[in-house]
Structures are given as structure tokens and as C-alpha cells.
């Protein structure tokens, strides 16, 4: 994808929000209301029952565990000021049940929260996240848990962008461009290069300095030559995640 075939704008008709009734959950809700006045969008909420969790429950159980949760999206639905298109409660995995909302509802943005429990099981969020984000058809948004109200959607500020400089970024850095362009934000692309050891502040310049001619290259791949783009290389011992 080139720059010359990039949108203006970023539109955002529908925006999925995955529910599991956790504060991570309830902030990723949040963030979907302040984006969706923003972009004049409408809202689906979606809670998915894991088979997992039916699998232990008879069919009187499985009732009253379905109207419980569509008691409980009612009442999340109630808490944000955007229109709300529907309210949605599906048996089976998450990852599936989102795809398939997807596709029904034609969404243009996903939206998660991390490290979401509900009622002690981990019913869409939490370690299911990833399998949401890996396995999507469309953008995902992953809204983490120390995330507050004041700090969403910022004008100003700086978009982050990792990369492992091996992977096709060209998408994502589409969407970043978009984003900067709305809310007026600076982008970052960062590669961090995994070692054993730190190496001392001599070393790093040497070691640094083809790394970022790499992402310089890759941000004018992405058609933002003409933009602004800090390029930031850092070092890490052990695992990068």
C-alpha cells in the first residue's frame, strides 16, 4: 500500500467493544464512548459465554447465566452516552464470536481491555486478549489496565509504533498516520534488540546506528517521509515482551 492510495480521514461506522464486566473491560468501554463521539460512531457490545464455562452448567444454569449477562451489557450499555447499536450475549470461544460479529455487523474497529477476569473465570479477556488480536479480521485496539479517563484519545502527544523490522508494518503504520494526523501527534517507531548483556555507552552508538537507517528506510517504505518520525532504538536483557 503507498502513500497515494491512504484515506484522509479514518472512518469508524461501527466499533466493537468485547465485555466480560471487569474494570478493564468496563475502561476499554470507556475509551470506545470517547472515540466514538469523536468519529461519530455506533457502539456493539458483545459477551461471549466460553464453552469452557457452559460446559459445567445445565441448561436451567446456562439460562440464567445468558440473562445475567445480558442484564449486565444493558446496564454497561446505559453508562456511555454514544449510540449503542446492539447488545449482543453468543455462546462460543471469543475470538470466533468477535469474527463472526465482525462480519455481520461490518465493525471497522475492535476494541478489548486486558487483564479482565469475570466472575472468576476469564470469559473474553485477559489470556483470551491475544487469541482476539491474533486471530481478527479487522484493527484491534487493546485498552490496558492503568489506563484513566483523562488520558484518552490526548491531543498532542506521541503515537508509539514497535517493530521487529522483520514483520509488514505497512497497515499499522497507515493507521498511525491517520491518528496523528487527527489528534495532531507525533509518530515513534521503536525497535528494541534483544541481548544477553547491555552493552557499555560506546558500544551502543556502533551498534545502534544501522538500525535506524532501517527504520528511517521503512518510515519512507510507509509513504511518511514528509512527516515527522523519531526513530528510537533500545536494548533489553531477556524477553522483549
Not at 79 to 87: G, R, Y
Not at 109 to 121: F, H
Not at 128 to 144: K, Q, Y
Amino acid at each position: 500500500m503507498t502513500a497515494s492510495t491512504v484515506a484522509p480521514h479514518i472512518s469508524l461506522k461501527n466499533i466493537l467493544v468485547a465485555m466480560d464486566f471487569s474494570p478493564a473491560s468496563a475502561m476499554a468501554l470507556q475509551y470506545a464512548d470517547v472515540l466514538a463521539g469523536r468519529y461519530h460512531s455506533n457502539i456493539i457490545l458483545i459477551h461471549a459465554l466460553e464453552p469452557r464455562v457452559l460446559s459445567y452448567l445445565n441448561s436451567d444454569q446456562m439460562a440464567a447465566r445468558q440473562a445475567e449477562a445480558e442484564r449486565k451489557l444493558h446496564l454497561e450499555a446505559e453508562k456511555v452516552s454514544s449510540a449503542i447499536n446492539c447488545e449482543l450475549v453468543v455462546p462460543g470461544k471469543a475470538w470466533e464470536v468477535v469474527n463472526q460479529t465482525v462480519l455481520a455487523k461490518d465493525i471497522d474497529l475492535i476494541v478489548v481491555g486486558t487483564r479482565g477476569a469475570g466472575e472468576g473465570a476469564k470469559l473474553v479477556l485477559g489470556s483470551t486478549a491475544e487469541e482476539i488480536f491474533r486471530n481478527a479480521h479487522r484493527p484491534v485496539l487493546m485498552i490496558g489496565p492503568h489506563l484513566r479517563r483523562q488520558s484518552l484519545v490526548p491531543q498532542g502527544g506521541t503515537i508509539l509504533l514497535p517493530t521487529d523490522l522483520l514483520s509488514d508494518v505497512t497497515l499499522a503504520m497507515e493507521y498511525v498516520r491517520l491518528l496523528a494526523q487527527a489528534h495532531q501527534a507525533r509518530i515513534a517507531l521503536l525497535h528494541v534488540i534483544e541481548l544477553r548483556e547491555i552493552p557499555s555507552d560506546e558500544a551502543r552508538a556502533t551498534i545502534i546506528d544501522p538500525y535506524i537507517r532501517q527504520l528511517l528506510r521503512l518510515a519512507r517504505e510507509c509513504g511518511a517521509e514528509d512527516e515527522p518520525v523519531e526513530c528510537r532504538v533500545e536494548f533489553a536483557s531477556g524477553s522483549v515482551a
